[in-house]
């Protein structure tokens, strides 16, 4: 989201999610990282903002809560130009007067982009930082451009609180997800 952005790292690496039914998993005693609460998906090639914010609408309305309730976003960041602008106003659209409360973390920003693995990279990521308590630092930034809005991105290591978070996703041919998780 920086203002000399110029495009994406390619990155290398995957990450598994494991999901069952969460009375089975208290019952074998598993290790639970987080409980899905909310999924919202859209696709419009041509408007990157419209789907992006629909698709965290409709996770936020599946969830129960509202942006306020979250306690940081993991943002896609693809370092593009026109991709991050779009990503930007789109969560502004969807925080509107709660934009500077909620934190906004990139993790491409430190491992690059992994194409397809990235959404679920991000998701691990995310589950790890609300269960360390630490949310980490976007590499390299510093401001965003004047006509993007004034986004919260996490720019030192800072306090994670336990609260859902929003997980996004986008594809280059416009798909978007977004998953809210809330800590257990």
Known sequence: FDH???GTVPGEGTAAI?????NLARRRNARIYGEIRGFGSACNPASPR???AQAMRSALKDA???AKDLG???AIGISGIQEDREEALAIGDVLGSSLGDVPIVAYK???GSMSAASGAMETVASLL???HGQLPAVLNFEKSNDDMPKLRIVQKVEACPEKPFVS???SYSGQCAALVIAPV
């Not at 494991?18 to 969460?22: H, I, V, W």
């Open 129 to 131: 930082a609300v269960e």
């Open 64 to 66: 129960g809560i509202e």
């Open 18 to 22: 494991f999901m069952e039914e969460m």
């Open 4 to 6: 000399r952005r110029d």
């Open 72 to 74: 940081h976003i993991s």
């Open 168 to 170: 996004l996703a986008r």
């Open 50 to 52: 419209q789907s992006i």
């Open 109 to 111: 920003s430190s491992v």
